[in-house]
């Protein structure tokens, strides 16, 4: 029969097409958005929604037979993973050879597994990253905009000093201060008056039961509870789940057609069908879009997009490490899994790095301080297509890590040079005490202003546009969803007026 026929299809659910599903509905337009994972609302047999992180089960991963966390041992023991079922669960790793990318499947997309910092980038490093983009009107308007709707808030800073669930990051902090480095709370979408009572037992635990990176119960504002509550308020925004977007293409008359496979959540293949849209919006990420686009250019189903497709993609220069503390600073055995507080190293011109400090939510004292650092590495990969598997693969080598390891590794060397302590080499499967292989930042493949026009209109076609992480040019110096929001803020405001408003 015909295709079904909507105004405007949204691919994905995460911050871009969030956000753009809320701008839409309020102006009034029928909009569909194609979510590939799971709506996330109903709790299983054991009263929960997600799992912990210390009891994974089928629900924490997207159709794998173990977990895969990003601590692969402890004390080389490989006590952290999980076997587990095949099913359609909140957290994928998507493995390319040297480099591995974390992200988040379901409606809400990344704010559903992700640690809920939302950090604001320092305006001059905005400014280099992206150098057209009006940066007075970002930071007057679209960052202030994206903190307020995503209910971005602060903890107490005399509650950071008493809480136990936070000895860890004081005690990282001291040790960071002792070796002359700065330090700077940061904000959240975790409610951290939530948190406090959670430690005060009067509201049933999420940051503090070890809950992050396969969901929280409780307490985060993610999209489903922020933009996209707000987004299906409108009533014109509906949501397919278990839906995913395998081939775009143009018709005459300038519409495009979207090739759309629904799975159940065991995996098994329900159909493929047809949709046409006027509007075209990619919202999938930094993989999802990018994957998109190289498969339509390289299978010929939208021949007119150029080689920028897939290019500029970069880590946010993630490196993880683990520093060994003394037998007298012990960083307690209860952690929150939402980190409160980084390095801030930014201004260093040599080694900028700005290092969150993550828990270790082991429910156990480890004597370990674990850190995820964001540095600035120039590299870049490309992504090409694989008609063979059908996939568009990340060229990444393992080598393109290093600048990330020796910017974190100048920090860190110092840290532990004046406090007399040593790095961790138990915590990644091997004796590496830094981890630059996998990415929770994936950033880039379709760039502003490379791949598409300042706003995220794609080049060579009418009424496409992108608008995620893969906008960013595979950095921007902090957490990125808070960038991501407002960027896309700022697009579909210019897109509504100039190409919908007034068509
Ligand atoms: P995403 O949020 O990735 O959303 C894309 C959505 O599209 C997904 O739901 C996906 O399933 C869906 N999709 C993809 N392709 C298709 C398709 N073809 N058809 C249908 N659906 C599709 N950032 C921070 O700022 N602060 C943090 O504390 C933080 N912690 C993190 C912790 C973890 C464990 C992870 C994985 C990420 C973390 N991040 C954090 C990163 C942040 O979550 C991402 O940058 C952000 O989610 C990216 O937003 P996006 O709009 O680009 O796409």
Do not use: C
Request: proline share 5%; no cysteine; hydrophobic share 40%.
């Amino acid at each position: 029969g015909a295709a079904e026929h909507s105004p405007a299809v949204i691919v994905g659910t995460g911050y871009g097409a969030a956000v753009t599903a809320l701008r839409l509905g309020a102006a009034g337009i029928p909009t569909v958005m194609l979510e590939m994972g799971q709506l996330w609302n109903t709790p299983a047999e054991d009263g929960n929604i997600f799992p912990d992180m210390l009891n994974p089960d089928r629900r924490a991963m997207w159709f794998k037979d173990r977990t895969e966390a990003p601590l692969a041992s402890f004390l080389w023991l490989d006590l952290v993973n999980r076997d587990i079922d095949r099913y359609a669960g909140v957290l994928d790793r998507v493995n390319y050879g040297d480099m591995s990318v974390y992200v988040g499947r379901g409606v809400g997309g990344g704010s559903l597994v992700n640690g809920a910092m939302a950090v604001t980038p320092k305006r001059s490093y905005f400014e280099q990253i992206l150098p057209r983009v009006d940066a007075d009107e970002m930071y007057g308007r679209y960052f202030p905009l994206a903190n307020s709707m995503l209910g971005t808030n602060h903890i107490d800073p005399e509650w950071f000093e008493t809480s136990r669930a936070y000895q860890f990051a004081r005690v990282s902090r001291k040790a960071a201060h002792e070796a002359g480095f700065q330090t700077a709370f940061v904000p959240s979408v975790y409610d951290f008056d939530y948190m406090r009572r959670e430690e005060e037992q009067l509201v049933p635990r999420s940051a503090l039961a070890s809950e992050v990176i396969y969901g929280n119960n409780h307490g985060k504002s993610s999209l489903d509870k922020s933009y996209l509550a707000a987004a299906l308020g409108t009533g014109n925004v509906t949501i397919e789940t278990l839906t995913e977007v395998r081939d775009i293409a143009q018709q005459q008359d300038g519409t495009y057609s979207l090739s759309v496979r629904r799975i159940d959540e065991h995996g098994t293949v329900l159909g493929v069908r047809q949709l046409t849209a006027k509007y075209l919006f990619l919202g999938g990420g930094s993989l999802g879009s990018t994957e998109l686009l190289v498969r339509a250019r390289d299978t010929g189903k939208l021949p007119d997009l150029g080689e920028e497709i897939g290019r500029g993609w970069g880590t946010n220069g993630n490196v993880m490490l683990g520093r060994a503390n003394h037998s007298w600073d012990p960083v307690g055995e209860l952690e929150s899994g939402m980190p409160a507080l980084g390095i801030d190293n930014w201004d260093d011109p040599v080694s900028p790095v700005f290092a969150e400090i993550a828990p270790v939510p082991a429910g156990i004292e480890t004597f370990a301080s674990l850190y995820l650092a964001i540095t600035r590495n120039p590299e870049r990969g490309t992504f090409r297509y694989d008609p063979g598997a059908d996939r568009a693969v990340l060229q990444w080598s393992e080598s393109q890590g290093q600048p990330s390891i020796d910017a974190a590794k100048r920090v860190f060397d110092r840290i532990n040079e004046v406090n007399g302590t040593s790095y961790r080499y138990d915590l990644f499967g091997d004796t590496r005490a830094f981890e630059s292989r996998f990415t929770y930042h994936p950033l880039g493949g379709l760039v502003l202003g490379e791949a598409t026009d300042l706003y995220g209109r794609v080049n060579g076609y009418r009424n496409l546009y992108v608008t995620d992480g893969s906008l960013i040019p595979g950095s921007t110096g902090v957490n990125p969803f808070v960038t991501i929001t407002a960027l896309a803020e700022r697009n579909i405001d210019r897109v509504l007026a100039e190409d919908i408003r007034a068509a």
